[in-house]
């Protein structure tokens, strides 16, 4: 495939004290074969190695563009601050602690997009990470695929992992994503977009969600989950399912916030309460070749 005739795709990774992660991050994205990429970090007024750390891959790296924000802006003012620099006609956002462990993510993801014109998000399904007394555990996560099933359900789940998501350069449309939210900027900009273009899901398994005690998932859930309701109702106009929203609602915040007391105090009674009602089981390192081999594709780069 000739760059001249690729699109380019610019991945926009903000990090704050992501340290620890960002540097395994940042390499499964720069061993992508797609050809054309360019990858712009936002370093969040880190007061780890976070900045060094990207230094020196860029002096490996000259695609690697690195933004310093003079003061702590947080989230969503980080996502936006890559309009500035991003030339790139598709754009893919990776967190800093996330992982892409399909080498061909971007290949698949921008030729959907492009055989699909209607569709200017495209996501995928991806793995989770979590630790139990130290030992890693995988499951995989599904999510609704066609236009018209993520929106009969957008008002009560988000429909995208935020790590595993391309999309068209549609800022000039869109606008931003929303800086008065501090915790689901993300699901704000995927409500706002659907007023404007499609949405879809790919069902290949291209990202890895690390689930950690100390990530904005769990630390802030309950801000997290006041947002993203708040954010549902003030879309819910631009959507037709209003009414099962406003019936599944209650049951989805119980179901959250019980499922977060018993990850944290009873892990091994939320396992057998998900077999109870049919969710997958977890599923080991060592006992599931499919995530192994994943994971060994990530490790070679």
Same mark, same amino acid.
């Given at each position: ?10 991945v926009?990774?903000?990090?704050y004290?992501g ?7 940042l390499f ?53 601050r ?46 989770? /990470?979590? &630790?139990? $007394? ?6 995989? !996560?599904?999510?609704? *695929?066609?236009?018209? =099933?993520i ?21 000039d ?56 309701i ?13 009414? /099962?929203? &406003?019936? $599944? ?6 179901? !959250?916030?019980?499922? *977060?007391?018993?990850? =944290? ?10 077999k ?7 599923n ?18």
């Amino acid at each position: 495939m000739k760059i001249s005739n690729t699109p380019l795709v610019s991945v926009i990774m903000p990090s704050y004290n992501g340290a620890r992660f960002i540097e395994e991050a940042l390499f499964s994205a720069l061993n992508q074969k797609y050809p054309n990429m360019e990858f712009i970090v936002v370093n969040d007024a880190s007061t780890d190695a976070t900045s060094e750390i990207i230094m020196a891959l860029q002096e490996k790296d000259e695609r690697i563009t690195l933004l310093n924000n003079p003061s702590n802006q947080g989230i969503a003012k980080s996502r936006n601050r890559w309009a500035s620099v991003a030339k790139g006609e598709y754009i893919a956002v990776l967190d800093c602690d996330d992982i892409w462990i399909d080498p061909y993510k971007t290949d698949k993801q921008v030729s959907f997009l492009k055989k699909n014109p209607d569709t200017g998000f495209v996501g995928t399904n991806s793995i989770t /990470k979590m &630790l139990r $007394q130290g030992n890693p555990i995988y499951y995989k !996560s599904n999510r609704d *695929k066609s236009d018209k =099933k993520i929106r009969e359900n957008i008002l009560s789940i988000c429909p995208f992992l935020h790590s595993s998501v391309v999309y068209k350069n549609m800022y000039d449309t869109i606008g931003w994503y929303p800086e008065d939210i501090l915790y689901a900027d993300d699901y704000g900009y995927w409500l706002k977009a659907g007023k404007y273009t499609k949405f879809a899901n790919i069902p290949d398994y291209t990202t890895l969600y690390h689930s950690r005690h100390d990530n904005t998932s769990q630390t802030h859930h309950w801000h997290q989950l006041k947002e993203s309701i708040k954010l549902s109702w003030k879309h819910r106009n631009d959507y037709s399912n209003t009414i /099962k929203y &406003l019936a $599944q609602t209650p049951y989805y915040v119980s179901r !959250s916030l019980l499922a *977060k007391h018993l990850e =944290k105090h009873f892990p091994c009674l939320k396992d057998e309460i998900s077999k109870m009602i049919g969710r997958p089981a977890y599923n080991s390192f060592q006992d599931n070749d499919e995530i192994s081999r994943l994971m060994i594709n990530v490790q070679k780069g």
